[in-house]
């Protein structure tokens, strides 16, 4: 039977170490670091491969977000897996598809749609596995261990993306896009081969007791005609789908949750929509050759020290009430870039701004405290699966106001917007 990381005493503060102590959350932890840099480099490969062959931006560009767009689907059509099905052979299978996903695009040549349909099919079941994975993590950590736990995945996030970004250009360079690919594959392998070593076959979260699981998923007996098992199948997928659908309708129809989830993903699309604009802000700006990475590695920078410092230094209770201040503080630097600033003031202003995407880690009590218990992997592969739409979506809306009014007030815009969801949420946030 696995462990669970227990509250703290009371006067004693919840420390990262503390989460960390529990060994099945720092499985989690440590696959989440090695899945995001495989699926960072894999990514920036196939969108560099696609360029080569096709020298086309938008192909290039819809390499990069292809496996971002399909997730909403994905959670609305098959979410409810991630509360059915056992978690150990449904995060290998997971880290299985992402290995095979990449092993075949560096082993074989593609034609791009083809490439592109492959990356896609595997994102539309990514809400599963990550929804399954946040479950575990509510699982295994209790109280303020949940809080900060989450808050060391984001980190782990954002300083995987950041290091894959950093070297992946380099990378690529020294191997060919092919054994980039290639070494995805083996980071996704390794990763498959950890949680099914160590992580606890635990029961699906909706199993009922006595293994009648199968019989309510409508599995027909073996010794059953052909065309009687191929029905019962059929009529699983379809309860899925219907129990996946029906789900995603509870959790959006709740206002509460609905209001967590739009609290947590507004910001993120605003934000993700500024930062699609940077190349070419500092194209326009006329700014120093290779400025724009520098720019765009403010990011994941700013939101790593900023989690750091929120989660770390700050008790519970000031988590909570900075929601709204880190919130509003997420969009104000951003009004700033309208005034053509250099572009080392360009820089900390992008620092300063993404380490306001702390807010988020006050928000992870409440939001955790309002799900049903019987839908918490769907809820959790619905809130990321919402957020990387919104954050594919973004760039597209704050690039249209770039067409009218430049990169520099776009961008403002973005902030401006950043800021009044900060003001939406103090109307209702208690």
């Known amino acids: ?13 919840t420390t990262y170490r503390d989460v960390l ?4 959350f720092r499985l989690l932890f440590a696959t989440r670091i090695l899945g995001i840099s495989a699926e960072t480099l894999r990514i920036t490969t196939l969108s560099v491969l696609i360029f080569t062959a096709s020298h086309s931006p938008l192909l290039s560009a819809l390499a990069f977000g292809i496996g971002f767009l399909p997730q909403l689907p994905g959670s609305m059509l098959f979410g409810a897996l991630a509360d059915r099905l056992r978690p150990r052979p449904l995060l ?7 290995c095979a996903a990449a092993a075949v695009l560096g082993a074989v040549r593609m034609p791009t749609a083809a490439a592109l349909g492959l990356v896609g099919a595997v994102a539309v079941l990514a809400p599963v596995f990550g929804g399954a994975t946040s479950r575990l993590a509510a699982d295994f950590l209790a109280g303020d261990a949940y809080v900060l736990g989450r808050s060391l995945l984001n980190m782990a996030s954002s300083g995987a993306q950041l290091a894959a970004l950093a070297v992946g250009g380099a990378m690529v360079a020294a191997l060919g896009t092919s054994q980039a690919l290639l070494l995805a594959a083996v980071l996704n392998a390794g990763c498959a081969t950890a949680v099914w070593l160590r992580l606890p076959d635990r029961p699906a979260p909706g199993s009922a ?9 409508g599995s027909a007996p073996s010794s059953a005609p052909g065309s009687v098992q191929s029905g019962a199948q059929g009529r699983a997928r379809g309860a899925v789908m219907a129990a996946s659908w029906s789900g995603a309708g509870r959790l959006l129809r709740d206002r509460t949750v609905r209001r967590l989830y739009l609290a947590q993903w507004l910001p993120s699309g605003f934000m993700a929509g500024a930062e699609g604009l940077i190349v070419s802000y500092a194209g326009q700006r006329g700014f120093a050759a290779g400025t724009y990475g520098l720019l765009m ?3 994941p920078t700013g939101m790593l020290l900023g989690d750091l410092v929120v989660g770390r230094m700050a008790r519970p209770a000031t988590r909570e009430a ?3 201040p880190l919130a509003v503080w997420l969009g104000l630097p951003l009004l700033g870039l309208a005034a053509d600033p250099p572009a080392s003031v360009c820089a900390l202003l992008l620092l300063a701004s993404s380490a306001g995407f702390s807010y988020a880690i006050g928000l992870q009590r409440r939001f955790l405290e309002v799900l049903p218990a019987d839908n918490q992997g769907q809820a959790f592969g619905l809130l ?7 954050q594919g979506i973004g760039p597209v809306l704050v690039g249209a106001v770039a067409g009218l009014a430049g990169t520099g007030p776009a961008m403002a815009v973005a902030g401006g917007a950043t800021v009044l969801t900060g003001g939406w949420m103090a109307s209702w946030l208690r």
Do not use: E, K
């Not at 102590?21 to 099945?24: I, L, T, W």
């Not at 007791?209 to 998923?217: F, K, L, R, S, Y």
């Open 92 to 98: 290998t299978t997971g880290f299985l598809l992402q």
């Open 1 to 13: 039977m696995s462990t669970t990381a227990a509250p703290s005493p009371p006067g004693r503060r």
């Open 21 to 24: 102590g529990q060994p099945q």
């Open 209 to 217: 007791p006595g293994g009648t699981q199968g019989d309510a998923q």
């Open 322 to 324: 900075l929601v709204v």
């Open 297 to 299: 590695a403010c990011g």
């Open 384 to 390: 990321s699966s919402g957020m990387m739409t919104l």
